[in-house]
């Protein structure tokens, strides 16, 4: 398997425009999480999914992130609109159960000017 | 929610020396402990977990203890290589649910 997948790697956009965050999870994974990675907060969970339904997401920072999981194989996460206080690496996770390993993507590295 | 405080938040070790990475966390319902490893421009990775019914767990150089009473669990490092070199993050289960709270990480460096 190739792993969690994510896309695009690098993302840099101007305050105000939409983005678009993807990730396929690792096959038969039941379990998808996605997370923010900053200097000051640390790496911090902002919603899951089981079975494509969202579980928890209280880590939401506010009504501009949005998160939806289509089909097992593939899910987003938005920001619209973006501010410069969004800028981090974000990560994706999969996993078979919440007590399994968490498998996670090489990250986006998101860049708001 | 649960809270992960995790120390140091750099540790400088020689190659060859042990590196110990400490953690405590809140909530006594938490059942589930692991450690990653992240390596620079790469995500998390799974290096060693503890479950609250066992105490110590160890895996080649890498070892983790568990203190349920005093709510602190520990990451030991032994005979350090350069490649160890990465930052580390503790995490604790929110509840039982098993979902991980994430300590802030430790920088750990190792100097050949």
């Known amino acids: 398997d190739a792993g969690v997948i994510q896309s695009p790697r690098h993302e840099v956009t101007e305050m105000g425009q939409e983005v678009t965050l993807r990730c396929k999870p690792i096959?038969?994974?039941?379990?998808l999480f996605w997370y923010r990675q900053t200097m000051m907060r640390g790496l911090e969970l902002l919603i899951y999914?089981?079975?494509?339904?969202?579980?928890?997401d209280s880590g939401m920072p506010e009504d501009r992130f949005s998160a939806k999981m289509p089909n097992a194989s593939f899910s987003t996460l938005k920001i619209q609109p973006s501010e410069p206080r969004d800028s981090a690496v974000y990560f994706c996770?999969?996993?078979?159960?919440?007590?399994?390993?968490?498998?996670f993507g090489p990250g986006t590295r998101l860049l708001v000017l | 929610g649960e809270n992960v405080e995790q120390h140091p938040s750099t540790l400088s070790v020689q190659e060859g020396d042990s590196a110990v990475i400490k953690c405590t966390y809140s909530?006594?319902?938490?059942?589930?402990f692991p450690w990653y490893k992240q390596e620079l421009g790469k995500g998390p990775q799974l290096i060693i977990d503890?479950?609250?019914?066992?105490g110590e767990k160890k895996d080649q150089r890498i070892a983790v203890t568990l203190n349920k009473t005093a709510k602190h669990f520990s990451l030991h490092i032994t005979e350090t290589q350069p490649e160890d070199s990465a930052v580390y993050f503790c995490?604790?289960?929110?509840?039982?649910?098993?979902?991980?709270?994430f300590g802030r990480g430790t920088s750990l460096i190792v100097h050949p």
């Open positions: 999914f089981n079975n494509n339904v969202p579980i928890d």
């Open positions: 995490a604790a289960s929110l509840g039982g649910s098993y979902i991980p709270t």
């Open positions: 503890i479950r609250s019914n066992v």
């Open positions: 996770a999969s996993s078979l159960r919440p007590e399994e390993t968490q498998y």
């Open positions: 909530d006594s319902a938490s059942n589930y």
């Open positions: 096959s038969g994974h039941d379990y």
